[in-house]
Nanobody, 115 residues
Framework: QVQLVESGGGLVQPGGSLRLSCAAS????????MGWYRQAPGKQREWVAV???????NYADFVKDRFTISRDNAKNTVYLQMNSLKPEDTAVYYC?????????WGQGTQVTVSS
């Protein structure tokens, strides 16, 4: 069993920043890709960013140059640094880890961007 615990969400004003964390624990043999998704009210879940085990990153166009994904392999943790936040970034953010044979989702953390 692998557990993912997310943290760092909250309420922030437009233009502000937040840093999300997602820590994996349990029976982990190896973690491949780690990523972030988000789901706004009434919308489908959408991919935000991914980082491979070697550190290569890729981003959705709507967060490029604003968000940065990183990981600490020693801590089995993935981060999402979010800068220049916009109201349209409001959503529940979910981390996802690829364990090879299965993928695992975090429980989600709410990010609200509002003045």
């Amino acid at each position: 069993q692998v557990q993912l615990v997310e943290s760092g969400g909250g309420l922030v004003q437009p233009g502000g920043s937040l840093r999300l964390s997602c820590a994996a624990s349990g029976s982990i043999f190896r973690i491949y890709d780690m990523g972030w998704y988000r789901q706004a009210p009434g919308k489908q879940r959408e991919w935000v960013a991914v980082i491979t085990s070697s550190g290569s990153t890729n981003y959705a166009d709507f967060v490029k140059d604003r968000f940065t994904i990183s990981r600490d392999n020693a801590k089995n943790t993935v981060y999402l640094q979010m800068n220049s936040l916009k109201p349209e970034d409001t959503a529940v953010y979910y981390c996802h880890v690829n364990l090879g044979s299965v993928g695992q989702w975090g429980q989600g953390t709410q990010v609200t961007v509002s003045s």
